[in-house]
């Protein structure tokens, strides 16, 4: 069993920042990606940053140059640094794992259960 437990999210002016983490937990052999979706209402899910082992990176445009994604392998726990937020930037934000839990297994997806950030005066 493979646990993402997402924490961080909350009210904040328009302006204002916001960390949000991500740590995952259980059965893990190695960890391959770990990164942040998220999904207005009425919105698909959409990519928001992304962090490989190898600790390249990938952004949507949307966020380039105020959002960064970091990364502590030892802890298995992915960060997101959020500043000048916008109120578009308002969704609910998942994070995600692509990881094995084996050797022998091959390499799955995996979703927290969600972290609401809410941008607005």
């Known amino acids: 069993q493979v646990q993402l437990v997402e924490s961080g999210g909350g009210l904040v002016q328009p302006g204002g920042s916001l960390r949000l983490s991500c740590a995952a937990s259980?059965?893990?052999?190695?960890?391959?990606?770990m990164g942040w979706y998220r999904q207005a209402p009425g919105k698909q899910r959409e990519l928001v940053a992304v962090?490989?082992?190898?600790?390249?990176?990938n952004y949507a445009d949307s966020v380039k140059g105020r959002f960064t994604i970091s990364r502590d392998n030892a802890k298995n726990t992915v960060y997101l640094q959020m500043n000048s937020l916008k109120p578009e930037d308002t969704a609910v934000y998942y994070c995600?794992?692509?990881?094995?839990?084996?050797?022998?297994?091959?390499?799955?997806?995996?979703w927290g259960q969600g972290t609401q950030v809410t941008v607005s005066s």
């Open positions: 259980g059965s893990i052999f190695s960890i391959y990606t």
């Open positions: 962090i490989a082992s190898g600790d390249s990176t």
């Open positions: 995600h794992a692509l990881l094995k839990t084996g050797a022998l297994v091959f390499i799955n997806n995996y």
